[in-house]
């Protein structure tokens, strides 16, 4: 049995080789991904962006209207020693001195007013402006030479803080005076945000395996759309707090499941472009949001401008379809069969009903073909003799047709009973070595083969001198064996499935799908035993199969690694932006811009050279361009700009990259659960980025050096990962495990098998 990767290849190309809508669908699922995740992840850029500020004036000053930047000077500690003002602290001045010295600008008056029945006099002072101009400039004069003189050691700011207006009207920084004391608000709520990011993604990605791509991404949509818009109307601080860590939720899981959706859903010659156009859109996103951010300059208009638009993301039920591949690996092989239908019917193709199993019958045949070809023994009388010799770098070919049990042991296996294990260990102990299994399984190929033209039951047995005599069962016997373990096995199920919790599982998935599929589940009984006949076995995983397999798992550490280094450094170096000393709008805008030209360097590079070898390049070219930034001198930042940028691009074209190498290398049946694991590790490393950005406070080179050192290592790492450029999707556990099991460490591309 076919682990059905050909027949779906074959399947897509089949479906999409003229028409448009699959075009349209891939570019409605990238632009899902990438525009509205990048507006969400990175608005807080610019929506809690602190302008420059300082302390405020007493309110006996704030009368005079004096000019702010003189008001400053006089009350503010710096400026004149180092050329910064302190934005915290501010010189303390005597009130009844400043009204003594100042009595000719005076205002007093008394006020009567009754307070309980009782009669109070009130007296107020009041420093009030000189109208004439002449007398104005006396009266600036005199005021700045009375500060001088009663100005006292700086004290924290007591009345609150003065912002500039320059670049941003107004911030949610702004809005609630969230400095100094209150500076750690903005870090934090970032760091929330990711958090949230971590759990949701775990979540997404187990019921996105669980029930399915389209039902999982409609229900992030839904939700994540209203949370975005309701994030611009925080009656404080902490309810904005609380909406972002909502809509952390879904980020990354948004950006993941659409870029997997269209990843399964594209024929292979076009799956390296989709890592590439979601990776262009996202750094779009980032271009245009930069653009909004300097037109409208107020976090309020912006958070509306970056939400309310994707309302029109609710028209995604009738437009995508469910993954062809899922469908498959959950056994339900006539919905994949339908969903490919109307997707060449929507090309204008036609293609007849049945097509998909005709194509698994045509693979299995020609696999059967190659496999006998390729392992021909000595046949007499209908029957196979003698012993096979086979290397052990072939039997991984062997394995991967002999059935769809594997041919190595996974580490744990839970679902063998003690009994079991203890009865297999002695048949290998029987078993004399691996080339008398492998020619067993041939024999049986064979002869089943020879059986079915001469439909005669062979029962002899033939003899030989050298060699070891291959003894033949009978047709009856063997498919009785085949009708008693189908049997047990149908028994086992019934059992399972009458349980409680069972029954009520799959009543609950029963009536997700109603709500969310476009056509009813409700399988027929053609296209139920369709399913059950041509279900491949490993249909089911969880993300604990991650670590039972030796080479996934290994596969999964280093992807996780790697992705915990892109993650940070790319992240870090987009906050970083404010800490460049250039314009917060130019830089963010430069650095979208840069990574437009890097998606398309890496599309071509990764399509001539392969996957793990440009990921190390870009990888360690960035991490030593973010380490050349030591070498600049502060005098000259659009020198340590344009090397920051460059990291940025590699950064960028390492993301893209590695996305699609994550894609191709994790099985169809673990994918999403895998990358929802490991991006659920990324996120923990993902809440270090606001503190890493903090530590520019010391040094503006110290973030920079961190994401270097992380780049080079990253690089380094991705070496251990197989190539898979031209290699067909693994669709089972058992694909998932051969793949890359016999790669040489500095072998390229036509060097790996």
């Not at 990711?194 to 187990?206: A, D, K, T």
């Not at 860590?245 to 989709?274: C, H, S, W």
């Not at 299994?437 to 029962?459: F, G, P, W």
Request: charged share 20%.
């Amino acid at each position: 049995m076919t682990s059905w990767t050909r027949e779906l290849d074959e399947a897509t190309v089949l479906a999409t080789k003229s028409g448009y809508w699959h075009t349209v669908l891939f570019y409605l699922l990238c632009s899902l991904a990438a525009i509205p995740t990048s507006f969400l992840v990175f608005s807080q850029v610019f929506t809690t962006a602190t302008p420059e500020h300082w302390c405020a004036a007493p309110p006996e000053l704030q009368v005079l209207d004096l000019p702010p930047e003189e008001l400053r000077a006089l009350l503010v500690p710096g400026g004149a020693e180092n050329g910064t003002f302190e934005r915290c602290a501010a010189y303390e001045l005597d009130s009844r001195a400043l009204y003594a010295a100042l009595s000719d600008y005076v205002d007093e008056r008394s006020e009567v007013y009754r307070d309980s029945g009782a009669l109070r006099l009130v007296r107020t002072r009041q420093l009030v402006i000189v109208s004439d101009p002449a007398g104005r400039e006396e009266q600036i004069r005199r005021v700045k030479e009375v500060i001088l003189s009663i100005r006292s050691d700086p004290k924290p700011c007591a009345y609150g803080w003065v912002f500039q207006t320059e670049h941003y009207r107004r911030t949610l920084v702004t809005d609630f005076s969230l400095v100094c004391a209150e500076g750690w608000w903005p870090r934090m709520t970032n760091t929330l945000f990711w958090v949230g990011s971590i759990f949701g993604n775990l979540f997404f990605g187990w019921m996105s395996d669980r029930y399915g791509r389209r039902l999982t991404i409609l229900l992030m949509i839904y939700l994540e759309v209203p949370l975005a818009i309701a994030a611009s109307f925080p009656s404080s601080y902490w309810t904005y707090t609380a909406l972002r860590v909502a809509g952390g939720l879904f980020f990354p899981a948004l950006y993941q499941l659409p870029f997997i959706l269209a990843l399964e859903l594209m024929p292979p010659d076009k799956r390296t472009y989709t890592g590439i156009v979601v990776g262009m859109l996202f750094a779009s996103g980032m271009c245009l949001l930069a653009v909004l951010a300097f037109l409208l300059r107020d976090w309020f208009w912006l958070s509306l401008a970056t939400s309310l638009p994707f309302l029109s993301l609710y028209s995604y039920y009738w437009l995508i379809p469910e993954s062809p591949r899922w469908l498959v690996g959950r056994g339900r092989i006539a919905e994949a069969e339908r969903v490919l239908l109307d997707l060449a019917r929507r090309n204008g193709v036609l293609l007849p009903r049945g097509f998909l199993l005709d194509l698994h019958k045509k693979v299995k045949e020609e696999e059967d073909a190659a496999f006998v070809e390729e392992t021909t023994l000595p046949i007499i009388n209908g029957h196979v003799i003698g012993m096979l010799k086979i290397d052990k770098e072939d039997t991984q070919l062997v394995d991967r047709r002999m059935s769809t049990m594997l041919s190595f042991k996974p580490d744990k296996d839970i679902n063998i009973n003690k009994t079991n294990r203890q009865s297999d260990a002695e048949e290998i102990n029987k078993t004399p070595n691996l080339e008398r299994i492998i020619a067993l399984e041939v024999a049986e190929i064979v002869n089943r083969k020879t059986r079915q033209k001469s439909n005669k039951e062979d029962h002899i047995s033939i003899e030989s001198s050298d060699k070891e005599v291959l003894e033949v069962k009978e047709e009856d016997d063997e498919e009785s064996q085949l009708n008693t373990e189908q049997q047990q096995k149908a028994t086992q199920t019934d059992a399972y499935a009458k349980s409680p919790v069972n029954s009520l599982r799959r009543k609950s998935m029963q009536f997700v799908s109603k709500m969310f599929h476009k056509e009813s589940m409700e399988a027929s009984p053609e296209n139920k035993k369709m399913d059950d006949q041509n279900s491949i076995g490993d249909c089911q995983a969880s993300p604990l199969d991650v670590f039972r397999y030796p080479n996934i798992r290994k596969k999964f550490f280093i992807l996780t690694f790697d992705w915990v280094v892109l993650g940070v450094v790319y992240n870090t170096l987009c906050y970083n932006t404010p800490n460049l000393g250039v314009d917060d709008f130019v830089a963010f805008f430069i650095g979208g811009a840069v990574e437009l030209p890097s998606y398309f360097i890496a599309w071509k590079l990764m399509d001539r050279f392969g996957r793990r070898w440009v990921l190390c390049i870009f990888m360690s070219v960035g991490g030593v361009a973010c380490l050349s930034c030591v070498l600049v001198p502060e005098s000259n930042p659009w020198l340590m700009v344009s090397l920051v940028m460059l990291g940025r691009l590699c950064a960028a074209a390492s993301f893209s990259v590695f996305y699609v190498m994550i894609g191709e290398l994790l099985p169809t049946v673990l994918r999403a659960q895998a990358m929802g694991a490991a991006s659920f590790i990324a996120g923990l490393g993902l809440l270090a980025c606001p503190y890493i950005v903090y530590l520019a406070v010391y040094s503006k080179l110290l973030p920079l050096v961190i994401m270097g050192v992380l780049c080079i290592l990253g690089g380094g790492a991705s070496l251990f990962l197989p190539e898979t450029l031209n290699q067909p999707l693994p669709q089972t556990l058992s694909d998932g495990e051969m793949f890359g099991r016999h790669f040489k460490l500095l072998s390229c591309v036509g060097g790996e098998r």
